[in-house]
Nanobody, 113 residues
């Protein structure tokens, strides 16, 4: 059974940082491009970032470029998203996903003073 389990969300003040993790099981993690996608309250899905299986290529949405860093550890089957300089507009549920097949349950990130 495939599982993607996100963790690390929470409440943070503007300008703060959070690190999200996504633990994968039931898939050959190192074969997949992995993505972070978010959904703000009342809005649609918003692609955030992705990373190539060997972590040699990473891509970011313009809205997070320079503030967020995606990484992965294939020995631990884990995906990460380091989020710095957080803004209120980053408030959303963040999902770890392969996009085509598998999605996690999401972790809530709230940026508020």
């Amino acid at each position: 059974q495939v599982q993607l389990v996100e963790s690390g969300g929470g409440l943070v003040q503007p300008g703060g940082s959070l690190r999200l993790s996504c633990a994968a099981s039931g898939i050959t993690f190192s074969n997949y491009w992995m993505h972070w996608v978010r959904q703000a309250p009342g809005k649609g899905l918003d692609w955030v970032s992705n990373i190539e299986p060997d972590a040699t290529e990473m891509n970011y949405a313009d809205s997070v470029k320079g503030r967020f860093t995606i990484s992965r550890d294939n020995t631990k089957n884990t995906l990460y998203l380091q989020m710095n300089s957080l803004k209120s507009e980053d408030t959303a549920v963040y999902y770890c996903t392969t996009l085509r097949n598998y999605w996690g349950q999401g972790t809530q990130v709230t940026v508020s003073s």
